[in-house]
């Protein structure tokens, strides 16, 4: 019986560069379905271990930490061990003279990819380390480089394990186009996840946002985490933190409020046609600038906004922080009405006015009463 090691069909005809890795390739295929197999066995051996201890253990309190729920992985890992084994000699797999001519090159590509993995995880420490740091001392914007730690990292095991591999006998040709290959059949299997990948370059190159901005991505709004080659994570005003695809982010609208230092302030608020407009805007005035994160207080702008049909409507623009926006606007807001109050300035309540007139009653209400809102309107 021929062993599955060995290709089943020929390929004079093929191509040389085909011909020459076509074993290796095939080989190394049977390997990772032989893996897969293995894993598989071990994964349902352990499900397997769970359920008859769940069955006996009714309570989960029970069941966790008992004796079954510590077998379980033991007896998934000698599953693993004994599929890998057996259905490696029933296949062909001699690993015992590979492993005799190959071990001191095999145990030098071993200390590579460990050797990779620590270099990769240090760099990426620092490079984000160095990021926040910078960041926290002059405002420095750290994404970019938040983002080519992911980058490096990622990199960095990529090529070590391409040179690993050839320690374990796979020429470097037969390597690139294996992997040529393999990354085509890749990129067609996950057309989503590249898709991601490449929404992340763009919001690297563009950066519509940085690390520690407050955006808008659709309906969802909070602060920017991290931004990884592959997702965006974002903190909502509850701390629950959400992950979104980079290609859902770059694809959707994105409000960012606090991209600029500075954000414009709009107040609203309405007044009974009985108040003395001059007084009342200096008292809009005079308690806006009144607040110490006002910014360029000579630019400060009060006027009147619309007549309506039972109250004046005055506006109050004020250039504030944006990163403070929300904590200035209530402070001003309370301040004002505060002030109304002492002024004696009347806001308006809702309220119906009745007409008698031969016998007949005409009523006529009013709207709601004052209002306050941060929209721009023109």
Not at 131 to 140: L, N, V
Not at 171 to 177: F, K, T, V, Y
């Amino acid at each position: 019986m021929q062993p599955l090691t060995t290709l089943p069909f020929e390929t004079e005809t093929w191509p040389p560069v085909l011909a020459q890795i076509a074993p290796q390739a095939w080989w190394l295929a049977m390997l990772l379905g032989l893996l897969a197999l293995a894993y598989f066995s071990g994964y349902l051996a352990k499900r397997l271990v769970r359920a008859i201890g769940r069955r006996i253990h009714t309570n989960e309190d029970q069941f966790l930490g008992s004796s079954w729920d510590l077998a379980a992985p033991v007896v998934q890992l000698l599953v693993f061990l004994a599929a890998f084994t057996g259905g490696a000699g029933q296949a062909g797999f001699n690993f015992g003279e590979r492993l005799i001519g190959l071990w001191p090159r095999a145990l030098f590509g071993v200390v590579i990819i460990a050797g990779a993995v620590m270099l990769a995880s240090w760099l990426n420490r620092s490079l984000r380390s160095y990021s926040q740091r910078a960041h926290a001392q002059s405002k420095f914007d750290d994404t970019l480089i938040s983002f080519s730690a992911s980058v490096i990292r990622y990199v960095i095991l990529g090529i070590a394990i391409l040179i690993a591999m050839t320690q374990f006998g796979f020429a470097p040709g037969s390597l690139i186009a294996i992997v040529g290959a393999a990354g085509l059949a890749i990129a067609l299997a996950l057309q989503d996840t590249l898709k991601a990948v490449a929404a992340g370059f763009m919001l690297a190159a563009f950066r519509p946002f940085r690390v520690g901005d407050w955006v808008q991505i659709g309906d969802l709004e909070g602060e920017v985490l991290n931004i990884t080659p592959f997702a965006t994570s974002i903190s909502q005003v509850d701390h629950k933190t959400v992950f979104l695809t980079n290609d859902k982010v770059w694809g959707n609208a994105i409000l960012n409020h606090t991209g600029i230092a500075r954000r414009r302030l709009n107040l609203f608020f309405d007044v009974h046609y009985d108040t003395d407009l001059d007084h009342a805007l200096d008292v809009l005035k005079a308690v806006a600038n009144a607040h110490e994160r006002v910014a360029h207080k000579s630019d400060t702008w009060v006027g009147v906004h619309a007549l309506g049909d039972w109250s004046i409507s005055l506006r109050l623009r004020a250039w504030v922080p944006s990163r403070e926006f929300v904590q200035i606007r209530s402070d001003i807001t309370k301040a004002l009405k505060q002030a109304f109050d002492r002024e004696g300035i009347e806001i308006p309540y809702p309220h119906q006015v009745e007409y008698i007139r031969e016998g007949i009653t005409l009523k006529r209400a009013a709207g709601d009463g004052a209002s306050a809102s941060d929209e721009d309107e023109d």
